[in-house]
């Protein structure tokens, strides 16, 4: 059975979103506050996280990112929110959440999202749950990577710049493209942080004389080839 974590502080709204899902098939896990989910999640990571953006604690874009960054898989997650600003679904979706539903919703548009949503991740966990470019194998799932049969010890970081460059391979990525997508568009980190994580991965990939891999484009990027 699928799990689906919602995180809402009003009772009502979290009566109709448990009542919906419960209907749907879904194991619904509660919780009414950032510290509460993040508490929830400590047992297992959800299928799929409906999460409001108005919370007690915690601003939902800000544990959005955090749910993206601690991940060990890939799933979903649904903002819902009442401000329904062009501006603030730009924030929803850039800060790594893959639908975002202004309230009030309709509870039949709302699951047919939910359903979507698992059927892509579903499909995408199929195509690429492994990567393979020359004798670096990734698998996406465990987030683990191999170099020649050896097993690479990554941190979070160095494994998401190394996922990005692999799915990539051959081609070139701007620096402002890898920022964005392993710091995100409003971290206080500089572009430099992104030579000293290459130069990181550099020394693992290239560890006992292996050729490099992670190719400087001068005033561009960065690319992996085989």
Known sequence: ?????????????????????????????????????????????????????????????????????????????????????????????????DDYITKPFDLDELLARVRASMRRVKEYTHQVEHIAVGDLVIDTAARQAWRAGELLTLTKKEYSLLELLAKNAGQVLTRDCIFDHVWGWDSEASWEVIKVYVNYLRTKLNAGGKPDMIHSVRGIGYVLRA
Request: proline residues 5%; glycine residues 8%; negative net charge.
């Open 1 to 97: 059975m699928k799990c689906v974590l919602a995180v809402e502080d009003e009772p009502d709204i979290a009566f109709v979103l448990t009542h919906g899902l419960k209907q749907e098939g879904f194991e619904v896990i509660t919780a009414r506050s950032g510290g509460e989910a993040f508490m929830r999640m400590k047992s297992g990571e959800p299928d799929l996280v409906l999460l409001d953006v108005m919370l007690p604690d915690i601003d939902g874009f800000e544990m959005c990112r955090c749910l993206r960054e601690m991940r060990q898989r890939p799933f979903p997650i649904l903002m819902l929110s009442a401000r329904s600003t062009l501006t603030d679904k730009i924030k929803g979706l850039d800060c790594g959440a």
